[in-house]
């Protein structure tokens, strides 16, 4: 084999043929520098281009102004920056606000995921037991829905709330009342438009999978004497297995981090901050209080979390005996 | 009878789902007076394309259009290209770092990009004082960003596709002499079409979607995207619905053209991974 493959080694064939770019195939040479490069790694090359200097080197970045006093002042250049150890840290864990924040982004963002799932799920059976128009008409509300973008979905809701002239007043007869100013009808408000934004991934994802299940297999159970319920769980659920991940890991992902929606329905965080998430928390705290610092310790903070859950997902993914 | 209740719950649930939509488009096309009535109907009289006119005659709202449009577009096929390079090394190839680098994929996927605006924010402005096209205020700053954050996830998802291509089509185009490259544009490729269509509606959606990073990086009205310049229409005192609804109506429609010409493609491309 040919030193292109000193660490790489194609699963099949033996005689890797050069990449695009390097010398011609076949070419009784020694192999050029370049030549000698992995080919998957000429493969990796320009995601690595984009990621490291546009996603890597800006979480080193945020990584590092969280440990800095750096606000306005030092933004224009004017004032040194100033290295302050965790104190970004301490101030953050010891502000009762985050706290509160906090706990409202984990309970908002399980009731979204649990809710996406539940509607996105039921939709997906419902689905497979329907009519053929009933089955095209709900596939399309659920592509429209989730083609909407999220600022268009905010802004319609935000009509249908309206206190003055909103449907939702009319017809449940309470003219006048306004939505978004308590505090959890705002959250659930919100809900509503992330679930309604979401539920169709779920549901057509979910959709797609059964599809996917042959038939004969599920005959074949039946004829061995499996009830529907045994079906459902000793062959669709384990076959949906790879799929139910994806959703529910991407589901977190998602709500966990919303914005646009939050931002502009609750006019960037509610009625003195009442409706904050994480997300729009270190925003405000770093554009508007322009105090960057405190905001990008925030953003680690978050960013720790959500990688918390990224472990317990690859354990369990590799518990499971699944090949990454 | 089982059957007629899941259909009737279906359409129910389909016509609830689709109504926010079907509310956005009538309420566009109502006249001024109408759509701040107290008693909003559920169908007009009067259709007009007033608020139409209005929302493209506001500071060129055309422009904004073709700003997200090309921002959009860029991504998709930027990031189709280099995803599809990158699944295909994540999964035909072994090698060391293979799972390390998977992770930091999966990982990428995780973080908060929201947080990110801060630093990049001072990147970006760095960035413009060498080459303009990529600073505060251009549309290509934007690209990049938007590129960067929805590739982790475009990899993720295609490499599952890519591995279910049996391996043995590959091995008999090699067999024919055909070069990596002809194997990896003229066979793996349209195999992989359908993961690519699925994959491209993320990446479309996250870059047309994107409202802080154009928020925050774009400080100037002529680069602004639509998601960002649609909060012109609200107002302290009293919100141009009908503008509003107009302008929404507008950013939607080549989300859902998109969509249309994927969606085979995407139903049958979701499927594809159970077989992962």
């Known amino acids: 084999m040919p030193a292109t493959t000193v660490t790489a080694r194609a699963d099949q064939g033996d005689s890797p043929v050069r990449p695009a770019g390097g010398a011609p195939a076949g070419a009784r040479r020694r192999p050029g520098l370049l030549a000698r490069i992995p080919v998957p790694l000429w493969l990796l090359l320009p995601a690595a281009v984009v990621l490291i200097p546009l996603f890597g080197y800006p979480l080193y970045q945020l990584g590092l102004l969280s440990v800095l006093k750096f606000g306005q002042p030092q933004a224009s250049g004017g004032v040194p920056t100033e290295f302050v150890g965790l104190s970004n840290y301490s101030d953050v864990l010891g502000d009762a606000q985050f706290w509160s924040v906090l706990g409202q982004t984990l309970a908002f963002a399980a009731f979204c995921v649990l809710t996406t799932l539940a509607v996105g799920a039921t939709c997906a059976v419902l689905l497979t037991r329907v009519g053929r128009w009933p089955r095209l008409m709900l596939m399309f509300g659920a592509l429209g829905a989730w083609a909407a973008p999220a600022m268009t979905g905010s802004t319609v809701w935000m009509f249908l709330l309206d206190t003055n002239s909103g449907l939702v007043n009319e017809v449940l007869g309470t003219q006048g009342h306004n939505w978004m100013y308590d505090k959890w009808s705002a959250f659930a408000m919100v809900a509503v438009v992330v679930v309604w934004h979401s539920f169709p991934f779920v549901m057509i994802t979910l959709y797609a999978g059964i599809q996917a299940i042959p038939d004969s297999v599920v005959e074949a159970a039946r004829l061995d004497g499996a009830g529907t319920v045994t079906i459902f769980r000793k062959i669709m659920l384990p076959m949906l297995r790879p799929l139910l991940v994806i959703v529910v890991i991407q589901s977190i992902i998602w709500d966990f981090k919303v914005f646009t929606q939050i931002y502009v329905m609750t006019g960037g965080g509610g009625i003195a901050g009442q409706n904050l998430v994480l997300n729009v928390y270190a925003y405000q705290k770093a554009f508007v209080a322009e105090n960057y610092s405190l905001g990008a310790a925030i953003g680690v903070l978050m960013t720790l979390i959500l990688l918390a859950v990224t472990a317990v997902y690859i354990r369990s993914l590799r518990r499971s005996g699944e090949e990454l | 009878m089982l059957r007629q209740g899941a259909n009737a719950v279906a359409v129910v649930l389909a016509l609830l789902t689709v109504f926010p939509l079907y509310w956005m488009v ?23 394309l007033e608020n139409f006119r209005n929302a493209l005659g506001v ?32 999964s035909r190839f072994r090698f060391r770092f293979r799972t390390t680098i998977l992770i930091m994929f999966l990982v990428a996927q995780m973080v908060p990009v929201e947080a990110l605006t801060i630093p990049l924010f001072f990147l970006v402005r760095d960035i413009g004082s060498v080459a303009p096209g990529f600073g505060l205020s251009s549309l290509g700053s934007l690209m990049l960003v938007n590129l960067a954050f929805s590739l982790p996830f475009a990899v993720w998802m295609l490499r599952g596709f890519v591995a279910a291509v049996p391996e043995s089509l590959e091995e008999a185009a090699r067999i024919d002499g055909a070069s990596r490259f002809t194997i990896l544009w003229r066979i793996l490729f349209p195999l992989v079409a359908p993961g690519l269509a699925a994959t491209s509606v993320f990446s479309f959606i996250t870059a047309w979607n994107d409202f802080v990073f154009a928020k925050t990086l774009i400080l100037d009205t002529d680069h602004q995207t639509l998601p960002a310049a649609l909060m012109v229409f609200f107002k302290p005192d009293e919100n141009d619905w009908g503008g509003i609804m107009a302008a929404s109506t507008l950013m939607t429609v080549p989300v859902l053209v998109f969509f249309v010409l994927v969606q085979r493609h995407m139903v049958s491309g979701l499927g594809g991974a159970v077989k992962d």
């Open chain 2, 26 to 48: 009538l309420s566009a096309l109502k006249p001024k007076g109408e759509i701040t009535s107290a008693h909003p109907r559920p169908w007009t009289f009067a259709p007009t």
């Open chain 2, 59 to 90: 500071s060129g709202f055309g422009r904004y259009f073709l700003n997200s449009l090309a921002v959009a577009v860029v991504v998709v096929v930027v990031s189709a290209a280099i995803a599809f390079l990158a699944a295909v090394a994540l």
